[in-house]
């Protein structure tokens, strides 16, 4: 039997209890230590997760994860990220044309690797949003002139986004990513983008402290 004491997204305290379980003592003990390593590393990313959405409340800036999650547990640790208050990027290569740096040098060009992007929807019958990986600010011009959903500012310096905000003037969503940590993802924040994608969410986060007691009879 299985008393729970909260939900999932709850804020919990140091000592608190988060749940109650009643029935025999042996598949309980044999059930332990993987449940709390479930349990530990899932509520360890919802809890890094909403460290840094609190830190940009002050805007409109949304938090997102990105698919460096542990294999075989991507569905469970994107969900931990949306219990934190982030939001999912992409869950596989088959919901968004990320164009990123090497397509880009294989393609040859920006406009040319979103030139075959829609080649490829128009071919296969297939549609999605297309996203550019831009560097500079020239690729940014570049990318705001194609038939594209978003772009991506990589490892940007804030002086750099802030201009990338400037050259767009809210045309077409754009996300910043990149080494962004929580001492500078307010300050990301505060350039005017609309995403900040963080790989960390999931690959960094300290495991959640959380242990199974006994009470006596």
């Known amino acids: 039997v299985v008393e729970m004491n909260c939900q ?87 919901d968004m044309f990320l164009i990123k740096e090497n397509h880009i040098a294989g393609a040859g060009g920006i406009t040319e690797a979103v030139r075959r992007c829609l080649d490829f929807q128009t071919q296969r019958h297939f549609h999605a949003p297309i996203e550019v990986e831009t560097t500079t600010i020239e690729q940014v011009r570049e990318a705001l002139e194609l038939p594209i959903q978003r772009i991506m500012l990589d490892n940007m310096s804030l002086a750099e986004l802030s201009a990338a905000v400037s050259v767009v003037q809210g045309r077409i969503p754009l996300e910043a ?28 986060a300290p495991n959640f402290d959380v242990s199974l007691l006994f009470e006596s009879a």
């Not at 999650?69 to 999912?88: D, F, Q």
Request: charge should be positive; hydrophobic fraction near 40%; aromatic fraction near 6%.
């Open 8 to 94: 999932d997204g709850d804020r919990v305290n140091a000592g608190q209890i988060v749940l109650f379980l009643r029935g025999l003592a042996v598949p309980i003990l044999t059930a332990e230590r993987t449940a709390l390593n479930f349990l530990g590393r899932l509520s360890g990313i919802a809890t890094q997760t909403r460290r840094f959405v609190d830190a940009v409340s002050m805007s409109s800036c949304r938090i997102l994860d990105t698919r460096k999650t542990t294999p075989g547990w991507r569905l469970l640790e994107k969900y931990a990220v949306r219990c934190g208050g982030g939001e999912n990027h992409r869950m596989g290569l088959y």
């Open 177 to 204: 990513s990149g080494n962004i940590t929580l001492a500078t993802v307010s300050q990301v924040a505060a350039t005017g983008v609309d995403y900040i994608s963080i790989g960390a969410l999931t690959h960094s």
